[in-house]
């Protein structure tokens, strides 16, 4: 379940502008696949035009088979998780912002995600420590921090489909670290679509692809790039 495919993808934001100029690949179900590339290539709407925020011009995005283009964005959102770069988190209790989406998650369920999420390490006594407020009126999360929530949130919600749109980039190098590993962690298992600028964060893809200008110049493995340069 969760097989993504990409059939000559096209796209503009504006008619004389295409920022997709037929972007085909498939992310077989449990597999990850990352996209790397220079800044403005055309990743990030990658990842727009699967949740519907804008449709193809031309092509198809399939799940398991289905065009998502008859596909209700609410089950879009239901089917694909997603960590963000930068998390944005409720002005309410770090405890919300995990269950977000979630209310009828039992208390057990909230504590194992946030264990696995490692949200221990900035909230002691858990379970109290749910109700912590974050925010601007409560604790101020750094950039890891945040990521920890929404990975957490992310656990919880459970859905075969993930995408990480450079969601270590804000981060320094040894919180990039740690945040990589929890993120390996959740998308094992998974259909993950991994958004990157650099490879040395995807190293464990099964398959890379580069795009540059809208169109795939290159796809192989972290050695086989590498080895071309
Ligand atoms: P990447 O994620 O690879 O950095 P994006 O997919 O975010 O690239 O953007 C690709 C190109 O589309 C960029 O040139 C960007 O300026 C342009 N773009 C992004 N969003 C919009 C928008 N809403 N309207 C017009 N152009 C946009
Ligand atoms: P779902 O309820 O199925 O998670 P949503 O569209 O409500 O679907 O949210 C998708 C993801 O986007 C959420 O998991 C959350 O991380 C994020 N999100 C949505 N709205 C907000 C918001 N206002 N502030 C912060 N994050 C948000």
């Known amino acids: 379940q969760g097989n993504v495919r990409f059939e000559d993808v096209r796209f503009a934001y504006n008619p004389d502008r295409p920022i997709l100029r037929g972007v085909s690949f498939e992310v077989p179900a449990g597999r990850?696949?990352?996209?790397?590339?220079?800044?403005?290539?055309?990743?990030s709407t990658l990842s727009?035009?699967?949740?519907r925020f804008y449709e193809p011009r031309a092509g198809r995005i399939l799940i398991d088979g289905q065009d998502i283009?008859?596909?209700?964005?609410?089950?879009?959102?239901?089917?694909?998780g997603m960590v963000p770069q930068d998390?944005?988190?409720?002005?309410?209790?770090?405890?919300?912002?995990?269950?977000?989406?979630?209310w009828d998650a039992s208390p057990e369920e909230v504590r194992e995600a946030a264990r696995l999420a490692q949200i221990d390490r900035f909230v002691s006594g858990l379970p109290e420590g749910y109700d912590t407020p974050v925010g601007e009126r409560g604790l101020k999360l750094?950039?890891?921090e945040k990521q920890r929530v929404a990975i957490a949130r992310t656990i919880l919600k459970g859905p075969p489909i993930l995408v990480l749109d450079e969601a270590t980039s804000a981060l320094d190098s040894f919180t990039e670290r740690e945040i990589q590993?929890?993120?390996?962690?959740?998308s094992r298992g998974r259909t993950t679509l991994v958004i990157a600028h650099r490879l040395s964060t995807v190293v464990n893809a099964?398959?890379?692809?580069?795009l540059?200008?809208?169109?795939?110049t290159e796809r192989g493995t972290h050695e086989s790039l590498l080895a071309e340069g």
Not at 88 to 99: A, E, K, M, Q, S
Not at 206 to 210: K, M
């Open 212 to 216: 540059d200008r809208g169109i795939i």
């Open 206 to 210: 099964d398959e890379i692809l580069v």
């Open 32 to 43: 990850t696949v990352a996209i790397v590339g220079p800044s403005g290539a055309g990743k």
């Open 48 to 51: 727009r035009l699967l949740f």
């Open 69 to 80: 283009a008859g596909v209700e964005q609410g089950s879009l959102r239901a089917a694909i």
């Open 181 to 186: 590993d929890a993120l390996d962690r959740i």
């Open 142 to 144: 750094s950039g890891g």
């Open 87 to 102: 998390t944005v988190l409720f002005n309410d209790t770090i405890g919300y912002n995990i269950r977000y989406g979630r």
